[in-house]
């Protein structure tokens, strides 16, 4: 019973443990696709600008917006890279902190497991002293009534 107590203790923490890092991979995953997503939207919208520009005139500078507006989205493409490294930071950080956690009160239940088995063990003892002292008692009872019982024999059949 006490390894099996131990065990499930062990086995929920090993479990938020492993959850916790099935989430953090999940959000690692997500976050890396939103990336690729919002930065093709970004390569997207830039051709179509670039585009629309050459359709509108031969006199704009279409280079020089194109070098504009690849520069405008490269520098959204990074701050967006950055924010998703922070956050991911942050997610870190935070799973960091949770497993910690869970260790700290794995160790917790440990101790008053073992707190909890030598207290149990103090009143086994007790109980069993309790119940050799009845097997004492008895015994002197049983004694005594047989001794009566041997009395009575005697005074009815003379022996």
Do not use: C, P, Y
Not at 26 to 43: K, N
Not at 51 to 79: M, P, R, Y
């Amino acid at each position: 019973m006490e390894n099996n107590a131990k065990q499930t203790t062990t086995e929920q923490a090993r479990t938020a443990k492993e959850t916790m890092a099935d989430k953090m991979e999940s959000f690692r995953t997500t976050a890396g696709e939103h990336l690729d997503v919002v930065a093709a939207q970004l390569d997207e919208m830039r051709d179509k600008l670039v585009a629309q520009a050459q359709e509108f005139g031969k006199d704009i500078d279409v280079d020089g917006l194109k070098a504009k507006a690849t520069e405008h989205f490269d520098a959204v493409k990074a701050s967006t890279a950055d924010n998703v490294t922070n956050l991911q930071t942050e997610a870190e950080k935070v799973f960091a902190s949770a497993a910690a956690k869970a260790d700290k009160l794995s160790d917790v239940a440990e101790d008053k497991f073992d707190e909890m088995k030598a207290e149990a063990a103090v009143h086994l003892e007790a109980a069993n002293l309790k119940l050799e002292e009845l097997k004492a008692e008895a015994a002197l009872q049983i004694e005594a009534a047989k001794e009566k019982a041997k009395g009575i024999w005697n005074q009815l059949f003379g022996q």
